[in-house]
C-alpha cells in the first residue's frame, strides 16, 4: 500500500520557502514529539471473515501498516507503538492479562514495517492465532493503564498523546458493572493527563449495528466541535477505515490564535488552520565522508578588510537612499516592523461574487471559533457564518498573523459543515481565508487581437467538454515524483528487491477520451484546420516567388499593366494573379499570361 505523502504534516513548521521568506504564522516550536497507540482489538469476533472484505482485523493491521509508513515520511521523530488486547499471550511490564505490546514506543522503522507485514501475508493469520491466541475475560481498565504506563516511562518529551482504538464489540464487558466502572474511571483519568482516546469502530459480524451508547461514549474522549450523535457510521469497508486513520492520525494545530475584532468593544477568538501547503521530498543531510556521522554546518560573518570574525552586535544593516547609507539598529528594523496588534479586523462586507479567482495570490488558510482566546467565541462565530451564508456575503478583513508581520488584506469565504454517505464530515463550518492582492500586485496584460472562432466551431468545443467532464478530487491524485522518491528509499531500507510501482495518475487517460470524445475531436479538427493540416508538422517554407506574390496586390499589377511593366514579374507571380483572378490564358508561355492581364484590365 503505498504512503500518501499529502496526508501528512508538513515535514518542517516555520522553514523558509523558496524565496527565502518564512511562511506566516507557522509556529517555531519543534522539540515535542508526538505519540501515538493503535491499541487493536483481538477477539474472534475481530477475525471472522466477511466475504472478499476479509476480517476486520487484517483492515487494522493494514492501516497500522499505512500509517507507521505514512509516519516515516512526514514526521519520523514522533512516536508509534502497537498494543494488541484480547489475547490470550499477554506482555507488558505489569503483568497485566490479555494485554500484548507488539510494538513499544519508538520512532517508525523498517523493522516495524516487517514485523506488521509479517501478519498480512498468506498464512499470517494463522500464525497470530499460534502465537498471540484470543481471550475474552480482559480488562479494558488495564488495557488503558498499560498505555498510559507506556506515555509515562517514555524518556523523550512527549507533545500531544493519543489512542486510537480499534474494535466491533460496542459492549466489551456486558454484565459486567465493575469492569464498565472501572474501565470509564481510568479512561476519565487518562483525558486528565492529557491522553486523548479515539475510537475507529467497524461493522460487528453480521451486520449488527454498532451502538456507541452501550459502552464507549464515555471512554472516548469527544472533541469540542463533535458530539456523539455526529460521530461516523461504523466503517464497512477497508477504504472508510484507512481514510478515517488518516483523518485522526494527526493532531490538530493551529499557526496563530487571534481575536477577530467586528467593533470597537466586540471580539472572538479564533485559530487559524493550514489546509494545503506544497509537498516536498525530505531534506538532505551531509554526512562526514570517513566517518558517515552527520556533520552541522555553521555560519559566522567576517570582516572582508581585517579576516576578524564579528559578533552579532557588531552588523549593522544599511538602506542607500538618496546616495547615503542610512545604517538601522536592529530594535530599530524590529519596531518599523510593527504596525498593530495581531489579530484580524472587520473592514466591511462584500458580495461573494466580488470574490474573484484571479485574486489568488496564495492557498487559502482556515478559520475556526477558540474559546480559549475569549470565552463564549463559538456562540459569536456560528451566528456570523449562519448570516453570511444566507446573506451570500463575505466579511473583508484586516489580518496580521504575528506582531512583526506586515497587514493584509483578507476575504473569509464562509463554508457551511457537511457529511458524506457514512454519516463523516466532509467539509467543516468555518471559514476560508483568501488572501487578497494589493493594488502593487495587480498587473495589467494587453492581448493583442487574434481571430474570433465562429459559433459552429465553439458549440463543438462546448460539446468535447461535456463528455470529458469529471469530479476532480485532488486526494486521488499523489505526485508521482514525490511516491517514485520514497518508494525507492523503503525498497533500500526494507532490503527488497525492487521499489513498488507507481501508477501516474496524472497521465491522461488516452482510451477514455478516445471512446467518449474521439469521434466529436476528429469534427472538431475538420472544421477548425485548414484542409491538408498536419498538427505538429512545421510550416513549409516559403519560395521567393510565393513570397513576392503575397506583396503584389491587385492594384499593382493593373498599375503595371497600363504601364505595360508586366514583364518584370516572374511568370509564377502572374500565373498565381491569374488563378486568384479567375483569368484564362491562351498559353503558358509568359507573354501569353501577360496578354490575358492585358485583356483583363481592357489595356489597348
Known sequence: MAAAPQWSYERAWGEEDEEGEQDDAQPRWTSLRDSLIFLIDCSASMFKEDGEEGSAFHHCIKCVH??????????????????????????????????????????????????????FEEDGVERF??????????????????CSNMFSTCTQKLGHK?????????????????????????????????????????????????????????IIVIPEDEDVSCLPDPAAKFEELLERVRFKEHKKRTLARVPLSLGEGLEFGVGIYTQ?????????????????????????????????????????????????DIAFENDEIVEMKVFDKPGLVLMGFKPRTSLKPYF????????????????????????????????????????IPRKNSPPKFVALLPQKEEFDDNNMQATAAGFHVVFLPFADDLRKLNFEDTPRAKQDQVDKAKEIVNKLKF????????????????????????????????FDFTQPDKERIDRRAGQLVEEFKDIVFPEGYTPGAKPKRKTAAAAAAEQVTEVDIKRMAHAGTLGKLTVPV????????????????????????AEHFQVE
Open 66 to 119: 499505512s500509517a507507521i509508513r505514512n509516519k516515516i515520511i512526514s514526521n519520523d521523530r514522533d512516536l508509534v507503538g502497537v498494543v494488541f488486547f484480547a489475547t490470550d499471550k499477554h506482555k507488558n511490564p505489569s503483568d497485566f492479562k490479555h494485554v500484548y505490546i507488539f510494538q513499544d514506543l519508538d520512532v517508525p522503522g523498517a523493522q516495524m514495517i516487517l514485523e506488521l507485514e509479517e501478519i
Open 129 to 146: 492465532e499460534e502465537e498471540f491466541g484470543h481471550g475474552t475475560n480482559f480488562s479494558l481498565s488495564e488495557v488503558l493503564w498499560n
Open 162 to 218: 493519543r489512542l486510537l482504538l480499534f474494535t466491533n464489540n460496542d459492549d466489551p464487558h456486558a454484565g459486567n458493572v465493575n469492569l464498565q466502572r472501572q474501565a470509564k474511571t481510568k479512561a476519565k483519568d487518562l483525558e486528565e493527563l492529557g491522553i486523548n482516546t479515539e475510537l475507529l469502530h467497524m461493522n460487528k459480524p453480521g451486520g449488527e449495528p454498532f451502538d456507541i451508547t452501550k459502552f464507549y461514549q464515555d
Open 276 to 324: 494545503v501547503r506544497e509537498t516536498y521530498k525530505g531534506k538532505k543531510v551531509k554526512l562526514d565522508a570517513r566517518t558517515n556521522q552527520e556533520v552541522r554546518t555553521i555560519t559566522k560573518t567576517v570582516d572582508s578588510e581585517t579576516g576578524k570574525f564579528l559578533m552579532p552586535s557588531d552588523v549593522k544593516k544599511v538602506q542607500t537612499w538618496g546616495g547615503r
Open 360 to 399: 489568488h495570490i496564495r492557498p487559502a488558510q482556515f478559520l475556526y471559533p477558540d474559546e480559549s482566546v475569549i470565552s463564549g467565541s463559538t456562540r459569536l462565530f456560528s451566528a456570523l457564518l449562519q448570516r453570511c451564508l444566507a446573506r451570500d456575503v463575505v466579511p473583508i478583513c484586516r489580518y
Open 471 to 502: 469530479k476532480y478530487d485532488p486526494m486521488s491524485f499523489e505526485n508521482p515524483v514525490i511516491q517514485q522518491h520514497y518508494r525507492n528509499l523503503e525498497a533500500l531500507a526494507l532490503d527488497r528487491d525492487a521499489p513498488e510501482e507507481v
Open 574 to 597: 502572374l500565373k498565381d494573379f491569374c488563378k486568384q483572378a479567375g483569368i484564362k490564358a491562351a498559353g503558358s508561355k509568359k507573354q501569353d499570361v501577360i496578354d490575358a492581364i
